[in-house]
């Protein structure tokens, strides 16, 4: 059976890897490997190249094409054209904008009990209502935006949620990582919290 993933948000970049113990520093260049990171009481912990197990990055440069060539494109749940926009560095049409009317399926995505979503996000809106970011018909790591803020979780529904508080509107770099036991979330290199998670299969 496929995997799906459905995004329903102003994106950049989305990125999925697999991997064992990660650990997330903060991205310093605007390139597809760039780091994420994990800060706690103890400052950044280690560095990964999230190139490193890399299993599709999706750019939205003016396409829904995976830059890794290892997944399928991704298609429009409509008949209209995916809306781009300016990116987190000015550039026009480099980053996916989404009116929540419709979403991009992106099939084909592996799973494992050890994997990380990544994407960078605007939100236009601090009033809208909860609406999925990045959603798994597995039990991957999600996004969701609530308002002016975000969480972190994973299926099945029921699991716990980490929240990252009130965030501006401007880019924000989110990672999740679960790996079959435990959910973390970061938000912008910082850690916001991991809680206990329901087993997935490998």
Not at 54 to 73: A, C, P, Q, S, Y
Not at 115 to 142: E, F, H, L, R
Request: proline content about 4%; overall charge neutral.
């Amino acid at each position: 059976m496929k995997k799906q993933l459905l995004i329903l948000a102003t994106i950049t970049a989305i990125v999925f890897t697999s991997c064992s113990k990660e650990k997330i520093e903060t991205p310093q260049t605007n390139q597809p490997e760039e780091i994420a990171g994990a800060r706690g009481g103890g400052g950044i912990i280690a560095t990964v190249d999230l190139k490193k197990g890399l299993l599709g990055l999706f750019e939205f440069n003016g396409n829904l094409i995976d830059r890794t060539g290892k997944l399928e494109d991704g298609v429009t749940n409509t008949s209209s054209p995916a809306s781009y926009t300016i990116d987190r560095k000015g550039f026009r049409g480099k980053a996916i904008k989404f009116n929540g009317i419709y979403h991009v399926s992106l099939t084909g995505v592996p799973h494992s009990a050890r994997m990380s979503v990544a994407a960078w996000i605007k939100y236009d809106s601090a009033t809208a209502m909860p609406n999925v970011i990045v959603s798994s018909q597995s039990d991957g790591p999600q996004f969701v935006q609530d308002y002016n803020y975000f969480y972190g979780y994973s299926n099945p529904s029921g699991n716990p949620k980490i929240y990252s508080g009130a965030l501006n509107d401007q880019w924000h770099f989110l990672v999740a990582t679960i790996d079959g036991a435990t959910l973390r979330f970061y938000v912008d290199g910082s850690l916001v919290g991991s809680v206990a998670s329901s087993d997935v299969d490998d």
